[in-house]
């Protein structure tokens, strides 16, 4: 029997937010999303499923079909309820692509390729306690910058006092649209300008490895530090499971 990922515990907490997803109450449910699990997990080929799991094809196809209609997505925010937003912290990450994903159009489906190789980039904002709170992808040669205030669009920043970034998203631009959504920067200046830091509360600033231990977390998954989907919407989802695991355990 192949390692599981879902306690019992676990699983009574899922059901119920699954079946309100309109999620059919199979007999097999709970094996189909251990499966799934499993291959976020270990990042094989869905042929390749164990026998455990049921017929590697059904699971392949609840997959598709949940991330058809985006139900992974819509499982990570139903699940992120309660986040401590007092402070957010944002920053993004390189993944690689597997040869597996490659296909025509690949722009389209958030990937490109630099000297680096193909890749894409996951965009991520976490609470006050370095939890996921919510994510965006892009092709990996766009700015950091320039994802920003999408990110930022994304996240209810009402009851927020301080958004944490790198000085990677130095721009004022972006410091414009973070005053408007209602709170404050806490982004360093380049060392190159001619303004000072003195906005900056530095000790706030060193927690910003918040961000780096949920990539940490979430890159524990094989196929989400590994790009194997050809399709932007099925990494998406699969990057959304592992956010809301992560949720799960809470």
Known sequence: MPRTMLTDEHWTRLRPI????????????????EGVLYRMRVGCPWRDLPEYFGKSNTVYKAFRRWSASN??????ELLIKGSDLEWVFIDATHVKAHQHSSGAHENAQAISKSVAGRATKIHLAVDAHGNPIIFILSDSTTHDV????????KVDLSNTEILCADKGYDSEALREHIKQAG????IPRRANTKSSNDHMDWDL???RHLVENAFAKLKNYRAVAT????????????????????????
């Open 183 to 186: 709170t404050r920067d806490n």
């Open 71 to 76: 139900k992974l997505i819509a499982l990570f």
């Open 18 to 33: 699954l079946l309100e997803l309109n999620l059919y109450d199979k007999v097999n449910l709970r094996r189909t999303v």
């Open 227 to 250: 790009r194997f989907d050809k399709l932007k919407q099925s990494y998406e989802n699969t990057v959304a499971l592992a956010c809301a695991y992560i949720w799960l355990k809470l």
């Open 146 to 153: 320039k994802v920003a205030p999408d990110l930022v669009d």
């Open 205 to 207: 600033y060193n927690v």
